[in-house]
């Protein structure tokens, strides 16, 4: 059974990089199997353990509730967010029910996500390359813009979401245990590869995150930064060989520029950065108006585009139809005072759970989730809901092994 074990813990792990509709049916046939061994093995969850489970997906009945509230035109709109939502509310149940044994199974095959990354990209990439080479002949120039829609499409992946799993995936990969010289060699590698991919796809949310979790583990070794002179350098030699090889990376650093220019013209539709400054200015304005009680999540989107589309009207041109791009602000349209504060919450109540149980890993995918709410709105996909819920509600209930605050202070 142990070889099982290991399995269906992979699969559970990886499950978000398979197509669409085996997603789902993955991860309820992992959560189901594990369920069932820990029943067999009649270890009973602590009933504190299923009220955290609860806190932690307290924020669905938000959702729920709003069914017989909301108009019938819109009620089918939140009735398919209850179903997409439903994993954010029942994952923590399942990792609360699942015997401790079980959890740390699934979290010592952690790097079987690392490698589900890496296949990802490479496969992403590798098509990239056949059209830019054989289909277009190598004629057409290199843009972001391109690189973005064939990578999107072919992996099914959103790149910011792919550079979200990226950030996580070098955090795993330093947190491993290295008993040997070779080892770390090959960790450092599979890290460096990894960053490199991040820079391809260059998501500003969750670049800006890793540096914040860099930050965070500078602190905590600033008194043996020494022994980490050969990483920064060839981390700064792999940041400079991008910018002088991928042509993507300086084109969206160019577009950060963007953001202390005004958005006059056209440039809000041709610059992802006054486009987000659109989105922001949006939400903003519909916010005042509605800060206190919301509007409901099946009018969110409906009143946003209606601002769209008088803002496309005023402008002469069409600026397209947005979500609102922020787990934040989409909580508060959605439900007002009640939502932001329950999501800040729920945060809050992990953040505290990580720092207190010394848990880095749970730390800073914390810090990675929070960092990309502000420019996603991640709850609002399946494949953003997944990851949250699957990795949040297991390094909760999953207490860092004993060898990894040693493992920080010697990496």
């Known amino acids: 059974m142990q070889k099982i074990d290991i399995s269906m813990a992979r699969l559970l792990v990886v499950c978000i990089f398979l197509p669409e509709r085996f997603q789902v049916f993955s991860a309820i046939g992992a959560?189901?199997?594990f369920v069932i061994?820990?029943?067999?093995?009649?270890?009973?969850?602590?009933?504190?353990?299923?009220?955290?489970?609860?806190?932690l997906g307290a924020g669905y009945l938000l959702y729920v509730g709003?069914?017989?509230?909301?108009?019938?035109?819109?009620?089918?709109?939140v009735l398919?967010?209850?179903?997409r939502r439903a994993a954010y509310f029942l994952l923590p149940f399942v990792f609360a029910i699942t015997a401790p044994s079980f959890r740390s199974?699934?979290?010592?095959q952690l790097l079987f996500f690392v490698y589900g990354c890496i296949i990802m990209c490479l496969l992403g990439n590798g098509y990239f390359l056949y059209q830019l080479f054989v289909v277009d002949g190598g004629l057409l120039p290199l843009s972001h813009v391109r690189y973005r829609t064939i990578f999107e499409p072919f992996t099914g992946i959103h790149p910011t979401y792919m550079s979200m799993y990226?950030?996580?995936?070098?955090?795993?990969?330093?947190?491993?245990?290295?008993?040997?010289t070779r080892h770390k060699i090959i960790r450092n590698a599979i890290a460096y590869l990894l960053v490199v991919f991040m820079l391809a796809l260059f998501a500003k949310s969750p670049i800006i995150a890793l540096v914040l979790v860099a930050l965070h583990f500078i602190w905590i070794q600033r008194h043996v930064l020494r022994q980490f002179r050969g990483a920064f350098i060839a981390l700064a030699g792999i940041v400079g060989a991008a910018w002088v090889f991928i042509p993507f990376f300086r084109q969206r650093a160019a577009e950060m520029l963007g953001m202390f220019q005004s958005d006059?013209?056209?440039?809000?539709?041709?610059?992802?950065?006054h486009a987000r400054k659109l989105i922001w200015q949006t939400d903003i304005t519909m916010l005042q108006h509605y800060w206190l009680t919301g509007v409901g999540p099946g009018r969110t989107l409906e009143l946003l585009n209606q601002r769209y589309f008088f803002n496309s009207l005023q402008r002469g041109f069409w600026v397209g139809y947005f979500d609102p791009h922020n787990q934040y602000l989409s909580d508060w349209l959605s439900f007002g005072i009640i939502g932001i504060v329950?999501?800040?919450?729920?945060?809050?109540?992990q953040f505290v759970r990580a720092l207190r149980t010394i848990n880095n890993l749970y730390l800073y995918l914390l810090i990675i989730i929070s960092v990309t709410f502000f420019t996603e709105t991640l709850l609002a996909r399946q494949q953003g809901i997944l990851f949250y819920s699957i990795f949040t509600a297991l390094l909760f209930f999953t207490p860092h092994t004993a060898t990894e605050p040693e493992h920080l202070r010697t990496a």
């Open 342 to 349: 329950g999501l800040i919450a729920v945060l809050a109540l």
């Open 31 to 33: 959560c189901i199997y």
């Open 80 to 83: 398919t967010l209850c179903e």
């Open 66 to 77: 709003a069914v017989p509230l909301t108009d019938m035109p819109y009620r089918s709109f």
């Open 264 to 273: 006059s013209g056209k440039a809000v539709v041709e610059n992802s950065v």
């Open 37 to 55: 061994r820990t029943l067999f093995t009649r270890q009973w969850p602590d009933t504190k353990l299923l009220f955290w489970a609860f806190l």
């Open 166 to 180: 990226l950030a996580f995936a070098i955090c795993i990969t330093l947190l491993q245990p290295v008993p040997t």
């Open 105 to 108: 199974v699934i979290k010592d």
